[in-house]
């Protein structure tokens, strides 16, 4: 019997999760999530790590401009992901045209081989949705997360030869400069990402798993897939699953209509980044949204929300994603008690709205608040909020000595890596 990759390969009295602090506002959400997760007493002893902008800055630094060592993740981190029991992991930033730049997540999704990117979108208390009638949203997506257009296979210019590869580029030989991005599926890539959908419904209780594609266009790649999806979800039927088939752009279309419609998603890794997000928006947008990139040994749990570097070291960010992204973690390791707490915790801080608890954005776009800078929470602030509703002990000098600690354990100055 296969084994479920959802959660961690071995269960523990006590675990070792890696942390990273990632990029500019990531240090200050990571900073918050500790804090939330310091109110809850957990079994977790943490070992910090570093990937991201920072630490192609320090390799650069170290190696100099145009050296080979230079990267976004150095070894320790790689050793410290290997060696620990999850990881979770701030938010990053990613520069375009840079020489020799290489994204550290997507170098961490091969590595290791992570292939689900799970995306959850829950609609909130105190939150809800833009849509008309305020509909209830509860949809899981199964991104595949190493194959497609991300499988950074590209050409450019595209070699002589690569044009005599299928008729199709002859017309293309008098273009000038082509530039071609491989989009590779594989029967394995396929099979386990929708097994894992599957798998999914049937120990959640969901009754609907919908694959998306464009088989009707891109025959080969997606047309493998939704051979696949027909295929296995036939295994499925005998326990009252149904796995409905539709266009990656239909399913655009009724996410925006009918949202309520759909349990459990599964797509491809560009169809499924762009559906994620459009999901994501319909409870809350990225600032609430939550992913982890799973493997059979491995697993990285990070927020969907990006590392604004604008108000890096501001504390200005809401933490919200990176709460809930810390949330599925404790999930994954079989914390679920600690799990449930942090949600309804978040829940209660959102619904209750006092003064000195919400972030500008919240603020601004959930409670139409014309002062909103002025009245905005700092990261920390509403943290703590959400932490004092786990544990009304954790104040005062408590507290305070837990906000030390986690700004400790995130500086920013004291990145760890290439180190000689």
Known sequence: MARNVLKVKEQKDRYQVCYMAGDDSGFDMMEGALLVLESLNLPIDWVRADLGWCMWEKSIQKFGEGDPRCNTVPPETIESIRKTDATLMAAITSKAGVKGFKSAILQMRQLFDLYINLRPAKTLPGVGTPLKGDPKVDIVLFRENTEDLYSAVEFFPLPAEHYELHKGMERFKKMGDVAVSWRVFSTVGCERIIRAAFEYAKATGRTTVHCCNKANVIRETDGLMKRLFLQIAKEYEQFGIKGIEENA????????????????????????????????????????????????????????????????????????????????????????????????????????????????????????????????????????????????????????????????????TKTVGFED
């Open 249 to 412: 752009d239909a399913t655009a279309m009724w996410l925006i209509k009918n949202p309520q419609d759909y349990q459990v998603i599964v797509a491809s890794n560009v169809f499924g980044d762009i559906l994620s997000d459009e999901a994501s928006q319909l409870t809350g947008g990225l600032g609430f949204a939550p992913s982890g990139n799973i493997g059979e040994g491995t697993a990285l749990f990070e927020p969907s929300s990006g590392s604004v570097p604008k108000y890096a070291h501001q504390y200005r960010v809401n933490p919200s994603a990176m709460v809930l992204t810390a949330k599925m973690m404790l999930e994954y390791l079989g914390l679920d008690d600690a799990a449930k707490k942090i949600e309804k915790a978040l829940g209660e801080v959102l619904v209750e709205s006092k003064p000195g608890t919400l972030t500008y954005d919240v603020l601004r776009d959930f409670r139409g608040d014309p002062n909103w800078e002025k009245n905005a929470a700092s990261t920390i602030d509403m943290a703590a909020a959400i932490a004092g509703k786990i544990n009304p002990a954790f104040a005062g000098k408590v507290l305070e000595d837990a906000k030390a600690k986690v700004h400790a354990m995130c500086d920013w």
